[in-house]
């Protein structure tokens, strides 16, 4: 009903989010942000590390979630310890030669002492041949398959789904800062969580997104990719079951 949200807002966020998510209900609907039960990484927390006051400290990491279809995005984040640096980047409709030019374009004009310690490169698909390029031209490149075994294995179904709950903790823990990246922290209040049969979490997967969604969460991704360096580094563990809220 205000006066200064056009029928132009409302469609444009209903197109980009759809009309059952966070992101309608607050922006549009008006109501208030809650911690809902089956969503991953709750919209409050992103909207309060976005206005959250820190300095940046720690070594800088890049995570490139590369496009597998012509309608999806290759999304670059750039995170410290305890911050996002700067808005995600984001192309489209090029090759894996053409998106490892771009990245190393990214790389060069980048100063020295903001350059990355390592840039993790999902390698599922065509993700490989960017990985590998970087890697022939000197960059340190990791590569990452989100759909290998997570390092708490009888806890998560699978490395994207310990990613993005790592994410979740990294948000929890409130001395951290979201740069202001308004599709970032929409996509990361987008997916749901489920149990499988065995007792472990499951986060919604982007072609189960698509079907209550118009966007894929290819930004929020790439910052998930962000976290697969410290995931590598601990390597398999086995916990005690824990309850929710400690994962």
């Given at each position: 009903?205000?006066?200064?949200?056009?029928?132009?807002?409302?469609?444009?966020?209903?197109?980009?989010?759809?009309?059952?998510s966070?992101?309608?209900?607050?922006?549009?609907r008006?109501?208030?942000?809650?911690?809902?039960?089956?969503?991953?990484?709750?919209?409050?927390?992103?909207?309060?590390?976005?206005?959250?006051?820190?300095?940046?400290?720690?070594?800088?990491?890049?995570?490139?979630d590369?496009?597998?279809?012509?309608?999806?995005?290759?999304?670059?984040v750039?995170?410290?310890?305890?911050?996002?640096?700067?808005?995600?980047?984001?192309?489209?409709?090029?090759?894996?030669?053409?998106?490892?030019?771009?990245?190393?374009?990214?790389?060069?004009?980048?100063?020295?002492?903001?350059?990355?310690?390592?840039?993790?490169?999902?390698?599922?698909?065509?993700?490989?041949?960017?990985?590998?390029?970087?890697?022939?031209i000197?960059?340190?490149?990791?590569?990452?398959?989100?759909?290998?075994?997570?390092?708490?294995?009888?806890?998560?179904?699978?490395?994207?789904?310990?990613?993005?709950?790592?994410?979740?903790?990294?948000?929890?823990?409130?001395?951290?800062?979201?740069?202001?990246?308004?599709?970032?922290?929409a996509?990361?209040?987008?997916?749901?969580?489920?149990?499988?049969?065995?007792?472990?979490?499951?986060?919604?997967?982007?072609?189960?997104?698509?079907?209550?969604?118009?966007?894929?969460?290819?930004?929020?991704?790439?910052?998930?990719?962000?976290?697969?360096?410290?995931?590598?580094?601990?390597?398999?563990?086995?916990?005690?079951?824990?309850?929710?809220?400690?994962?």
């Amino acid at each position: 009903d205000c006066p200064l949200v056009g029928q132009q807002f409302r469609e444009d966020i209903a197109h980009q989010y759809g009309r059952l998510s966070a992101v309608y209900s607050v922006r549009v609907r008006g109501d208030f942000p809650s911690a809902e039960d089956d969503v991953v990484i709750p919209l409050h927390l992103c909207e309060a590390a976005k206005i959250r006051s820190v300095e940046p400290f720690g070594p800088i990491v890049w995570g490139v979630d590369v496009a597998r279809f012509g309608v999806d995005r290759t999304t670059l984040v750039k995170r410290c310890d305890n911050a996002t640096l700067e808005k995600h980047k984001a192309w489209g409709g090029v090759d894996t030669m053409q998106t490892a030019g771009r990245i190393y374009a990214e790389w060069l004009d980048t100063p020295i002492e903001q350059r990355p310690i390592t840039i993790l490169v999902d390698v599922i698909g065509i993700g490989a041949g960017v990985c590998d390029r970087l890697a022939e031209i000197g960059l340190p490149v990791s590569g990452v398959n989100v759909a290998e075994e997570a390092s708490v294995a009888d806890q998560y179904n699978r490395q994207r789904d310990e990613l993005w709950f790592m994410a979740r903790k990294w948000l929890e823990k409130k001395h951290c800062k979201l740069a202001d990246d308004d599709t970032l922290i929409a996509e990361l209040s987008l997916p749901k969580y489920a149990f499988t049969s065995n007792g472990k979490l499951k986060v919604e997967s982007k072609d189960e997104l698509k079907k209550r969604y118009p966007q894929s969460p290819d930004v929020a991704d790439a910052f998930c990719l962000t976290f697969a360096g410290a995931a590598i580094m601990r390597g398999p563990q086995s916990r005690e079951p824990q309850h929710f809220e400690d994962f």
